[in-house]
């Protein structure tokens, strides 16, 4: 059974950072196409940033570039999400996504991931 688990959620003033870490653990030997997405209460899960397989390609949503950037370790099917500049609208709980689709595109639709960990939540006091 394919689980995912984040960690590195957390409170923080307004231009701080965080770091957002989520591992792959069951299905190992699978390579996955990995995401964040966020969510806040009474509104749809929305892609923050999406990665390949192998790391060559990312897409962040408009409000997030140049301020967090997406990294995989594909050997260990582990992706980070540095974020910089937090302002108080990123505040959210941010979910990882690990997809199966045989794909060389990023994936940047809900519907295209198989796996959600349980979320971590991010606060962002101004």
């Known amino acids: 059974q394919v689980q995912l688990a984040e960690s590195g959620g957390g409170l923080v003033q307004a231009g701080g950072s965080l770091r957002l870490s989520c591992a792959v653990s069951?299905?190992?030997?699978?390579?996955?196409?990995m995401a964040w997405f966020r969510q806040t209460p009474g509104n749809e899960r929305e892609l923050v940033a999406a990665?390949?397989?192998?790391?060559?390609?990312?897409a962040y949503a408009d409000s997030v570039k140049g301020r967090f950037t997406i990294s995989k370790v594909h050997a260990k099917n582990t992706v980070f999400l540095q974020m910089n500049s937090l302002k108080p609208e990123d505040t959210a709980v941010y979910h990882c996504?690990?997809?199966?689709?045989?794909?060389?595109?990023?994936?940047?639709?809900?519907?295209?991931?198989?796996?959600w960990g349980q979320g971590t939540q991010v606060t962002v006091s101004s």
């Open positions: 996504a690990a997809g199966l689709r045989f794909t060389n595109v990023v994936v940047t639709e809900t519907a295209g991931y198989n796996y």
């Open positions: 069951g299905r190992t030997t699978t390579s996955y196409y």
């Open positions: 990665i390949t397989r192998g790391g060559g390609m990312t």
